[in-house]
């Protein structure tokens, strides 16, 4: 069809927002099954698919002294070899429910993640849940797997962000192990399958589990399901992870990994900070926010858009499960590593020293509340935030009164949360980069500790 | 089987804007895109990288919003914003709490209708752009493998051949004048499709399009561009050295079939029989079974782009990263004989039923996401602009499965047969510097 004239000319005033509408909470359901296991499940009909995770309340920072890096290769194998399929069998059996699955863990979680065609939804579960329960852990599995895990760490080691990542988090955390993320080469290789087996017994366990489903099921019906198929799952629950003392961060610190021939280099800046149960962390999160957090934000239009040194600027706060830590982060051009940590800090110290203006704090408000809302609008980004709600044990009403909390800020809060988490003073630093046209630039902030890409001090 | 009913709703405004609709009120979010018929491959010759730094240029003002106002009033109304350049498009799009619609329409009209930089900007935003390519390439360990390696070895024209990031001499040499002229040429609402998704009423989104958009005078078409591809007639190598990683790895790509033909339906359904995760073909031999390789993937178009969003030449692709105690022959050994054998003995039913079934699951996925979680629908939308602008037929989001779901074995071994051989090929291997162990 062909639409009628045009009713105006160029207009220069921009619209003003039209009212907001309500955020509509899907139906939940939730549920603790006698052995333990705690569901949550929540209705979304955008596809015809459903996707899930199952967690455990345990991952490598659990097993950290034996070897890092070992419950993420426990999910690895778990993955090729129940006491029913092999392999093969295990693949071509998810191909046939149209299914995608990933196995895992991370620091403080192992999880098994899956999606699929309603019409096996049945089926997905029943492989998930002998993934969780029956993993026979093959031999040949094992070698092949942790072959390739080798392969990756050495290309781990030639990539920049990998490497700067792997220095801050020692810096931040030394021999707690949220300062390792990644094994070595001799770690992984001292890997034996006895290990990976001992952590599956002691912590894929239902009371140590959460299952988060969303998708286009009923959600009780689709409890039914689940009890069916998990309701037999012996008991168990898990000792949560170790947390030995962290180091002292007294003053600023530099550091420097040579990576020769390098064209750019990568810089991370921050300090230990805090987890999402504590008080401050919105106050923190809309400080980021405002800080580096989003694209209209300070640390992007000064060094970016103002000034052109990089691409990708970008601060986060990354809340683990015991501790948390701020970053402010950049790839930038050889020749502006200083200038580059000029601005870091000066836009760092600008959030400690002075109030955020009404204007920017309303924006910030409006940017996050309104992220919030956009993350919550895809059965993935659902599941996301309800996972971490109840993972981390927030409170029952958390997500629903995300969006008045945040609104509730005011100017003092974002400067209290800088002036507590934006330490400058004892601030890490980390480059990564060819040591020759860089060195001397790092040295203006503190005398570098430098190292080599094996991690070795040099 | 689901039978898909996903609503489409569409118009040509007189300037000849396309304005494609489709509503969904499960949440209250909207997603708008823009997209332009242009990409990075029928940018001007001596001119490498420039429909991508032009696509910064976007973000830099237009007559009525200055440097970033447009990414200030996303933020603070809610919302994200991005874009991007691909082979024959360009997108620019927001994901906004559905009571900022009107004001997404308002900036994109705005930069539809006039582009405000200067040359403060430009000079910027090729400062920004070369820090992307090395953060992207030049210092990262694989950058641009395959992507930027295969096509200049296997592509004569240069359109298809050329480096789609940019050599930094063709970005130093790109000129205020340039930014202009290509905007002139290519920017033109004939040239573009506006799409609304989500929380959008339809009546009013499309009264809203007129009101922003109607107005913006038409400009010519461009003249179209010629891509082809004298046909190849032997299979062709390159050799690029991999300055950081530590493994061997090679790509193969093979001329895929015309897109909406049904040898294009049979060679998606090869694709998933190839290169189908874990349980695909390569992936099992090369992977699990023989350990020759430590990791492949592939597809069609593949890894920048998926079997919808290209209206051209492209090849059908597998990633192969191997063992250093296996050599780059005795690996495409290896592949070939997957290959050989699929000439030869095809696909049963009974495999591809399976393949079928995730290939319609992959779709579903691609509906909602493509972009995280960040962008709801990014994939529909870039599914309703890709059939907009190439086949002015947006509902074929609908019904576009039905075909591939028709596929039968014999349509796929004859497919295999035609474009998997030799001289339909190109290879390239990235050469490690360094040896493998440290």
Known sequence: MMASAPRSETQSVIPALAPTRPVIWPPRARKTLSNGLEIVLVESHTIPKFTGELFFRSGNAAVAAKAPGLADMTATVARTGTQRRASREIEEDLRRMGADLATGAGADTSVISFEGLVDHSNDLLTLVSELAREASFPADEFERERRQLVEGLRIERTTPSFLASERFRRALFGSHPYGTISPTEEQAMSYCVEDLKDFYQQYYRPGNALLVMVGDFAPQAMLTQIEKVFGSWASGSAEPAPDPPLPELASRKVFLVHLPGSVQAQIVVGNRAITRKHPDWLRLTLANSIYGGAFNSRLVMNIREQKGYTYSPRSGAHPLRQHGYFSAGAAVRNDVVAATLTEIFYELDRMRSTPVGEEELDDARAYLTGVFSLGLATQDGLAGQLATATLEKLPEDYLETYRERVMKLTAADVQEAAQKYFDTARAQIVIVGDRAQIESQAALFGVPEVYDAQGNRI | ?438
């Open chain 2, 1 to 438: 089987m689901t039978r898909l009913n996903i609503p489409v709703e569409s118009q040509v405004l007189p300037n000849g804007l396309r304005v494609v609709v489709s509503p969904d009120h499960a949440a209250p979010v909207a997603t708008v895109g823009v997209y332009y018929n242009i990409g990075f491959r029928i940018e001007p010759r001596g001119r490498s990288g420039f429909a991508h730094l032009f696509e910064h240029m976007m973000f830099q003002g237009s007559a009525n919003a200055g440097k970033m106002v447009h990414i200030k009033l996303i933020n603070s109304s809610g919302g994200v914003l991005n874009g991007s350049t691909h082979y024959d498009v360009t997108n620019y799009y927001e994901s906004v709490p559905s009571n900022a619609l009107e004001r997404v329409l308002w900036l994109e009209a705005d930069r539809m209708r006039a582009l405000k930089v200067d040359d403060e900007n430009l000079r910027n935003q090729r400062d920004v752009v070369k820090e992307e390519v090395r953060v992207n390439v030049l210092n990262q360990p694989y950058g641009g493998f395959p992507w930027l390696d295969l096509p200049p070895i296997a592509y004569r024209n240069w359109s298809n051949a050329h480096n789609f990031y940019g050599d930094f001499d063709d970005l130093d040499a790109a000129t205020l004048e340039d930014v202009q002229k290509f905007f002139k040429t290519y920017y033109a609402p004939s040239n573009a499709v506006l799409l609304m998704l989500g929380d959008v009423d339809t009546d009013e989104a499309m009264q809203l399009a007129e009101r922003h958009f109607g107005s913006i005078p038409s400009g010519p078409a461009p003249s179209p561009a010629n891509i082809d591809e004298p046909p190849q007639i032997e299979e062709r190598r390159g050799v690029v050295e991999e300055k950081f990683g530590t493994l061997p790895a090679v790509a193969v790509g093979y001329q895929a079939p015309q897109r909406l033909t049904p040898e294009w339906h049979a060679a998606a359904m090869l694709d998933q029989a190839l290169h189908g995760g874990r349980a695909g073909r390569v992936y099992r031999r090369l992977v699990l079974e023989q350990q020759i390789a430590v990791d492949t993937e592939g597809g069609i178009h593949y890894p920048v782009g998926d079997l919808f969003d290209y209206n051209g030449p492209t090849l059908m692709v597998t990633r192969i990263m191997h063992k250093p105690e296996y050599s780059v022959d005795q690996t495409l050994a290896a592949y070939d004989q997957i290959i050989d054998e699929m000439k030869e003995k095809g696909i049963t039913a009974e495999e591809l039923e399976p393949i079928k079934v995730k290939f319609r699951s992959n779709y579903f996925s691609m509906l909602e996401g493509g972009h995280g979680a960040s962008i709801p629908r990014y994939g529909l939308m870039h599914l309703l602009a890709c059939f907009s602008l190439f086949d002015s037929e947006p509902s074929l989001v609908n019904t576009i499965l039905d075909p591939f779901m028709d596929v039968s074995s014999e349509a796929v071994q004859s497919v295999a047969q035609k474009i998997l051989t030799r001289q339909n090929r190109s290879i390239v291997v990235r050469q490690p510097v360094k040896k493998g162990a440290a």
